[in-house]
Protein backbone atom coordinates (compact mmCIF):
# COMPACT_ATOMS: atom_id res chain seq x y z
CA UNK A 1 0.00 0.00 0.00
CA UNK A 2 1.38 3.19 -1.25
CA UNK A 3 0.76 6.62 0.54
CA UNK A 4 -2.57 7.26 1.26
CA UNK A 5 -4.36 8.85 -1.87
CA UNK A 6 -7.88 8.92 -0.86
CA UNK A 7 -8.94 12.54 0.23
CA UNK A 8 -9.57 12.84 3.99
CA UNK A 9 -12.52 14.13 3.98
CA UNK A 10 -13.68 10.97 2.18
CA UNK A 11 -12.83 9.06 5.03
CA UNK A 12 -14.71 11.33 7.62
CA UNK A 13 -18.04 11.15 4.86
CA UNK A 14 -17.87 7.23 5.50
CA UNK A 15 -17.54 6.96 8.79
CA UNK A 16 -20.10 9.73 8.77
CA UNK A 17 -22.40 7.44 6.99
CA UNK A 18 -21.34 3.96 8.84
CA UNK A 19 -22.43 5.83 12.10
CA UNK A 20 -25.63 7.60 10.44
CA UNK A 21 -27.07 4.75 8.31
CA UNK A 22 -24.89 1.56 8.59
CA UNK A 23 -22.65 -0.40 7.41
CA UNK A 24 -24.64 -1.10 3.83
CA UNK A 25 -24.94 2.68 3.27
CA UNK A 26 -21.08 2.77 3.81
CA UNK A 27 -19.96 0.34 1.56
CA UNK A 28 -22.55 1.45 -1.43
CA UNK A 29 -20.54 4.65 -0.78
CA UNK A 30 -17.23 3.21 -1.63
CA UNK A 31 -18.48 0.93 -4.73
CA UNK A 32 -19.72 4.21 -5.71
CA UNK A 33 -16.68 5.52 -5.91
CA UNK A 34 -15.28 3.64 -8.80
CA UNK A 35 -14.24 0.70 -6.66
CA UNK A 36 -15.10 -2.77 -8.28
CA UNK A 37 -16.95 -4.84 -5.94
CA UNK A 38 -14.51 -7.49 -4.55
CA UNK A 39 -15.31 -11.22 -5.91
CA UNK A 40 -14.12 -14.55 -5.89
CA UNK A 41 -12.65 -16.36 -9.00
CA UNK A 42 -15.59 -17.67 -9.99
CA UNK A 43 -17.29 -14.39 -9.67
CA UNK A 44 -19.29 -14.65 -6.50
CA UNK A 45 -19.03 -11.28 -4.04
CA UNK A 46 -20.68 -9.90 -0.92
CA UNK A 47 -22.28 -6.50 -1.39
CA UNK A 48 -24.86 -3.92 -0.08
CA UNK A 49 -28.37 -5.74 -1.67
CA UNK A 50 -29.11 -4.00 -4.85
CA UNK A 51 -25.82 -2.61 -5.58
CA UNK A 52 -24.58 -4.35 -8.35
CA UNK A 53 -28.02 -3.86 -10.85
CA UNK A 54 -28.19 -6.22 -13.74
CA UNK A 55 -24.30 -7.09 -13.74
CA UNK A 56 -24.79 -9.65 -10.94
CA UNK A 57 -27.58 -11.89 -9.90
CA UNK A 58 -28.59 -12.34 -6.19
CA UNK A 59 -27.61 -16.30 -5.11
CA UNK A 60 -31.03 -15.81 -2.78
CA UNK A 61 -30.65 -18.89 0.10
CA UNK A 62 -27.10 -19.03 -0.09
CA UNK A 63 -27.27 -15.74 1.83
CA UNK A 64 -26.75 -16.17 5.99
CA UNK A 65 -29.17 -14.77 7.81
CA UNK A 66 -27.14 -12.35 9.57
CA UNK A 67 -25.82 -11.13 6.37
CA UNK A 68 -28.80 -10.23 5.44
CA UNK A 69 -30.18 -8.54 8.41
CA UNK A 70 -27.37 -6.13 7.56
CA UNK A 71 -28.49 -5.32 4.37
CA UNK A 72 -26.59 -7.65 1.95
CA UNK A 73 -26.66 -9.98 -0.28
CA UNK A 74 -24.21 -12.59 -2.04
CA UNK A 75 -23.99 -11.96 -5.47
CA UNK A 76 -22.53 -13.66 -8.82
CA UNK A 77 -21.17 -11.26 -11.52
CA UNK A 78 -21.47 -13.30 -14.88
CA UNK A 79 -18.00 -12.30 -15.90
CA UNK A 80 -15.74 -12.16 -13.09
CA UNK A 81 -13.00 -11.15 -15.05
CA UNK A 82 -14.60 -7.83 -16.20
CA UNK A 83 -13.25 -5.52 -13.57
CA UNK A 84 -9.47 -5.55 -12.01
CA UNK A 85 -9.13 -7.42 -8.12
CA UNK A 86 -10.89 -4.27 -5.93
CA UNK A 87 -7.81 -5.52 -3.47
CA UNK A 88 -5.33 -3.58 -5.94
CA UNK A 89 -7.29 -0.29 -5.35
CA UNK A 90 -4.64 1.18 -2.69
CA UNK A 91 -7.24 2.71 0.09
CA UNK A 92 -10.02 -0.33 0.03
CA UNK A 93 -8.69 -1.37 3.35
CA UNK A 94 -8.79 1.99 4.86
CA UNK A 95 -11.87 3.35 3.61
CA UNK A 96 -13.58 0.08 4.70
CA UNK A 97 -11.99 0.91 8.24
CA UNK A 98 -13.51 4.16 8.25
CA UNK A 99 -16.75 2.52 7.57
CA UNK A 100 -16.42 0.29 10.09
CA UNK A 101 -15.28 2.77 12.80
CA UNK A 102 -18.50 5.27 11.90
CA UNK A 103 -20.33 1.44 12.79
CA UNK A 104 -18.81 0.55 15.78
CA UNK A 105 -18.92 4.04 17.13
CA UNK A 106 -22.54 4.33 16.92
CA UNK A 107 -22.97 0.83 18.66
CA UNK A 108 -20.70 2.12 21.31
CA UNK A 109 -23.42 5.00 21.89
CA UNK A 110 -26.34 2.64 21.88
CA UNK A 111 -24.39 0.29 24.66
CA UNK A 112 -24.16 3.74 26.57
CA UNK A 113 -27.75 3.82 26.40
CA UNK A 114 -28.38 0.70 26.97
CA UNK A 115 -26.55 0.15 30.59
CA UNK A 116 -27.69 3.82 31.52
CA UNK A 117 -31.65 2.33 31.10
CA UNK A 118 -30.75 -0.99 32.73
CA UNK A 119 -30.14 -0.71 37.07
CA UNK A 120 -29.33 -3.57 39.08
CA UNK A 121 -29.77 -2.66 43.28
CA UNK A 122 -31.08 1.10 42.33
CA UNK A 123 -28.11 1.92 40.83
CA UNK A 124 -27.88 2.01 36.68
CA UNK A 125 -25.43 -0.82 35.21
CA UNK A 126 -23.02 2.12 33.71
CA UNK A 127 -21.92 3.07 37.26
CA UNK A 128 -20.72 -0.15 37.23
CA UNK A 129 -16.18 0.55 37.88
CA UNK A 130 -15.45 -2.12 35.79
CA UNK A 131 -18.20 -0.88 32.90
CA UNK A 132 -16.95 2.24 33.01
CA UNK A 133 -13.77 0.77 32.72
CA UNK A 134 -14.31 -0.81 30.10
CA UNK A 135 -16.37 2.07 27.75
CA UNK A 136 -13.34 4.10 28.24
CA UNK A 137 -10.89 1.80 26.82
CA UNK A 138 -13.75 1.36 23.80
CA UNK A 139 -13.43 5.44 23.20
CA UNK A 140 -9.82 5.24 23.55
CA UNK A 141 -9.39 2.91 20.87
CA UNK A 142 -11.86 4.12 18.44
CA UNK A 143 -9.83 7.81 19.04
CA UNK A 144 -6.85 5.49 18.06
CA UNK A 145 -8.36 3.90 14.89
CA UNK A 146 -9.53 7.25 14.04
CA UNK A 147 -5.88 8.75 13.98
CA UNK A 148 -5.01 5.29 12.28
CA UNK A 149 -6.96 6.26 9.33
CA UNK A 150 -4.25 9.10 8.69
CA UNK A 151 -1.30 7.58 9.59
CA UNK A 152 -1.54 3.83 7.85
CA UNK A 153 0.41 3.82 4.58
CA UNK A 154 0.90 0.25 4.72
CA UNK A 155 -0.98 -3.03 4.39
CA UNK A 156 0.35 -4.48 7.69
CA UNK A 157 -0.75 -1.13 9.24
CA UNK A 158 -3.91 -1.29 7.71
CA UNK A 159 -4.71 -4.94 8.59
CA UNK A 160 -3.52 -3.68 12.13
CA UNK A 161 -6.30 -0.94 12.44
CA UNK A 162 -8.98 -3.62 11.37
CA UNK A 163 -8.07 -6.03 13.89
CA UNK A 164 -8.02 -2.93 16.59
CA UNK A 165 -11.50 -2.36 15.54
CA UNK A 166 -12.74 -6.18 15.65
CA UNK A 167 -10.98 -6.59 19.01
CA UNK A 168 -13.46 -2.79 20.23
CA UNK A 169 -16.28 -4.12 18.36
CA UNK A 170 -15.75 -7.24 20.33
CA UNK A 171 -15.56 -5.97 23.71
CA UNK A 172 -18.69 -3.50 22.98
CA UNK A 173 -21.12 -6.21 21.80
CA UNK A 174 -20.62 -7.77 25.43
CA UNK A 175 -22.16 -4.80 26.46
CA UNK A 176 -25.35 -5.62 25.35
CA UNK A 177 -25.32 -9.01 27.60
CA UNK A 178 -27.18 -11.48 25.59
CA UNK A 179 -29.50 -8.91 23.71
CA UNK A 180 -26.34 -8.66 21.28
CA UNK A 181 -26.84 -11.79 20.39
CA UNK A 182 -30.06 -11.34 18.47
CA UNK A 183 -29.97 -11.65 15.09
CA UNK A 184 -32.21 -8.46 14.88
CA UNK A 185 -30.18 -6.69 17.24
CA UNK A 186 -28.14 -3.75 16.40
CA UNK A 187 -24.82 -5.09 17.23
CA UNK A 188 -25.15 -7.81 13.92
CA UNK A 189 -23.77 -5.04 12.12
CA UNK A 190 -20.50 -5.26 13.92
CA UNK A 191 -20.57 -9.02 13.35
CA UNK A 192 -21.33 -8.70 9.83
CA UNK A 193 -18.61 -6.10 9.50
CA UNK A 194 -16.07 -8.46 10.13
CA UNK A 195 -17.34 -10.69 7.22
CA UNK A 196 -17.19 -7.88 5.12
CA UNK A 197 -13.44 -7.13 5.61
CA UNK A 198 -12.52 -10.93 5.15
CA UNK A 199 -14.46 -11.07 2.18
CA UNK A 200 -13.16 -7.49 0.99
CA UNK A 201 -9.58 -7.52 1.93
CA UNK A 202 -9.00 -10.37 4.07
CA UNK A 203 -7.27 -13.27 2.99
CA UNK A 204 -10.10 -15.85 3.00
CA UNK A 205 -12.73 -14.39 0.33
CA UNK A 206 -13.52 -17.60 -0.76
CA UNK A 207 -14.16 -19.34 2.57
CA UNK A 208 -16.42 -16.51 3.75
CA UNK A 209 -18.76 -17.06 0.41
CA UNK A 210 -18.62 -20.74 0.92
CA UNK A 211 -16.45 -21.79 -2.07
CA UNK A 212 -12.76 -24.08 -2.21
Not at 45 to 67: I, K, N, Q
Not at 84 to 107: C, K, Q
Not at 154 to 177: D, V
Request: a negative charge.
Amino acid sequence: MPATITPPDLFDELTDLGREQGLAAGLRRILGNAVPAPRTASGLALVPRGSCGAEAVATGPRTDPLVAAAGLELVRFADPAAQSDPRDVPDLALMLAAVRLGVTSRLLDLAVDHLSARRVEEAALIDKPLLRAQIADAVADLELCRHGLRTATTPAAAEALHACLARTAWSISTLFGASGYVLDHAARELYAAELVHSAWVGSAIDHVVGEA
